[in-house]
């Protein structure tokens, strides 16, 4: 992808939206909003680059640098905003070659483990610390038991 309207189309397409009206909405912006980010009026700010992010896919990196290209002015920083992009892109592809199988066994690793403890400082009376512990602990259903 070399645009934020490409960005904004994988949305659409990946949501099955079918206005901009309702990508405005899954974005929590407004269409205007979207609109002008489409004409290169304006671009998205990080918080937004992160949404974008999030509904297509994309590394963040990625989607922050073809904002910042699409934003920059001269060719030097355009050059900088394309490379970071692409070095994003690549680091994106390697990192999934690399690591599916060890996400997986991950995953299995966590739903596996069934009980979550934690502990918290308690508070006197008077603002102060009271100078104990008190620990729980949460049993986390199985992911293949029936809720209930």
């Known amino acids: 992808m070399q ?4 960005l904004l189309d994988a949305i659409k397409e990946r949501r099955n939206l079918t206005t901009d ?7 929590g912006v407004s269409r205007q ?3 002008n980010w489409r004409q290169g009026r304006n671009t998205p700010d990080p918080v937004a680059c992160a949404t974008i992010a999030g509904l297509t896919g994309e590394p963040l990196a990625l989607v922050m640098g073809i904002a910042g290209e699409q934003r920059a002015i001269s060719r030097e920083e355009k050059a900088v905003w394309r490379k970071l992009a692409a070095t994003a892109m690549t680091l ?4 999934s070659l690399a690591l599916p199988v060890r996400a997986e066994a991950v995953r299995h690793g966590f739903e596996a483990s069934p009980t979550i403890h934690y502990a918290k400082s308690a508070v006197s009376p008077n603002g ?3 100078g104990h512990l008190s620990t729980s602990s949460v ?3 199985s992911a293949s038991a029936p809720p209930g």
């Open 92 to 95: 994106a592809i390697g990192v």
């Open 3 to 6: 645009s934020v309207a490409e």
């Open 128 to 130: 102060g610390a009271a």
């Open 33 to 35: 909003t979207v609109n």
């Open 21 to 27: 009206s309702a990508l405005a909405a899954a974005l």
């Open 139 to 141: 049993t986390r259903p």
